[in-house]
C-alpha cells in the first residue's frame, strides 16, 4: 500500500513538472525502467535515491514520501 501510494505522488509531481520517465531517470542517473518500478510501487527507492528524486523534482522529501507539505500532518 506504500509503495503504491508513493508511486502514485512521484508519478504526479513528474508530470507536473512535464517531466517524461526518462526525463526523471537522466536527472537521477538511472534508467526509466527503474523510475516505472517506483512509479508502479513495485520498488521504493533508497534513501540516497530518494533524496536525488526530491532535488530533481524540487520538493520536500516528506511531501514525496508521505504526501506532507510545509509541515501538515497526515491523516
Known amino acids: 500500500m506504500f509503495a503504491a501510494e508513493f508511486g502514485k505522488r ?5 508530470e507536473e513538472r512535464g517531466l517524461t520517465q ?13 523510475v516505472s518500478r517506483y512509479e508502479n510501487g513495485t520498488q521504493l527507492p533508497n534513501v540516497e535515491s530518494l533524496l536525488l528524486i526530491a532535488e530533481a523534482l524540487r520538493m520536500d522529501v516528506r511531501e514525496l514520501l508521505l504526501g506532507q507539505k510545509n509541515g501538515s500532518s497526515v491523516d
Open 10 to 14: 512521484l508519478r504526479a509531481s513528474r
Open 22 to 34: 526518462r526525463d526523471l531517470a537522466e536527472r537521477l542517473g538511472t534508467g526509466a525502467s527503474q
